[in-house]
């Protein structure tokens, strides 16, 4: 067995597979915590104060969310100190995933219990002060604008693609038992742009969500005072409960897919890797293929040979490809 090591003159190598834009996502969220925090208290106080649950909703959001975001936040911290850490075998790449998965389940809990005390209203209406409650909702759409603005990543697309792939598309067990003849371990130095950092996503969620509310707080106020329907304050936070609950389920989806290593949207990944190696001798008996950070992958390749080639040139193949940070190759004599 060789080892080979990639990218590093000094024959060590290291697994940090940290996103592109790491230090500048975590300065965005501090910013943004500050802003909501300063907000939340604002709003709370408002909505107590002149009896709107709409803007209470709203208030309560942005305090749950502060410390969601805050999560987030300690979770880019983490990352970071601990990114040349010897103990995190795969580095600290997946923090960002495990921070969002625990901000999606605190979303996902604010939306039931905003649905729940809106629901509440219907049968104990309150007196509300429709004046000043729509100047502190709008205070605080403008914050939530200006916040959502900063969560932004105008180079990474959010999809939701969750894709449900079966055993055939992470690994083609039937290892070869001929003789094991070579394994090649390797790290790829490519520049990834098209991640998804889960982490920066989850807080640009829990902004949106804020924003969704201030919305609907706001339509709810200005109709409840031109038209008289109360009954529009508690809908609307039935209405928001909901949506907030589906962005919280799609979430938990991408971030827990991660986790457990089971990657979405790997069909192309896996295809490339395929066409690199599948040059007419070799056939790829065992492919696993996973996520270690945003914009990084791992590779377990097992190769079935009739030929010469050796472990080095298929790496070199391997990383062209982008998306692979980590290349662990194996190669066993064809029959």
């Known amino acids: 067995m060789a080892t080979m090591e990639h990218g590093h003159t000094d024959g ?34 408002a909505g107590q104060w002149f ?15 502060a410390g969601a975001m805050l999560i987030s936040a300690l979770a880019y911290l983490y990352a970071r100190k601990h990114a040349h850490d010897p103990r995190f075998t795969f580095g600290t ?17 604010v939306a039931l219990l905003i649905a729940w005390e809106s629901a509440l209203r ?50 083609d067990h039937g290892h070869d038992s001929h003789a094991h003849r ?23 969620l829990h902004v949106v969500a804020d924003a969704l509310t201030s919305v609907l707080a706001i339509v709810a106020l200005i109709l409840g005072k031109w038209n008289g329907w109360t009954f529009l304050d508690p809908a ?3 209405v928001g409960g909901i949506i907030i609950a589906r962005w919280s389920w799609s979430l938990l989806r991408s971030t827990g897919a991660v986790l457990v290593d089971a990657m979405p949207q790997q069909r192309p990944l896996l295809a490339k890797i395929r066409g690199a190696v599948e040059t007419g001798n070799e056939n790829i008996t065992d492919l696993h293929v996973w996520q270690v950070g945003p914009g990084h992958h ?7 040979t009739t030929g010469e080639t050796s472990a080095a040139a298929y790496r070199e193949k391997l990383l ?13 004599a064809a029959a």
């Open 122 to 171: 219907f049968v104990s209406p309150v007196e509300i002060d429709f004046n000043q409650a729509i100047i502190v909702a709008v205070l605080g759409l403008i914050v939530n604008i200006v916040s959502a603005l900063l969560l932004k990543d105008d180079h990474h697309h959010y999809g939701h693609h969750q894709g449900h792939h079966g055993d055939d598309d992470n690994h």
């Open 51 to 65: 009896g709107s649950m709409a803007l209470t909703a709203d208030g309560w959001h942005m305090s749950t969310h």
């Open 12 to 45: 060590t190598h290291t697994h940090v597979f940290l996103g592109s834009d790491h230090e500048r996502n975590e300065r965005r969220v501090w910013m943004v915590i500050a802003l909501t925090t300063v907000m939340m208290v604002v709003e709370i106080a």
């Open 93 to 109: 790449g997946k923090f960002g995933d495990l921070a969002g998965f625990a901000s999606a389940v605190v979303l996902g809990v």
């Open 320 to 332: 062209e490809i982008e998306e692979l940070s980590h290349v662990t190759i194996e190669i066993n």
């Open 236 to 238: 609307m936070g039935i």
């Open 298 to 304: 791992a590779a377990i390749v097992s190769l079935s």
């Open 182 to 204: 070579h394994d090649d371990h390797a790290h790829g130095s490519h520049a990834h742009h098209q991640s998804r950092d889960n982490n920066l996503r989850a807080a640009y």
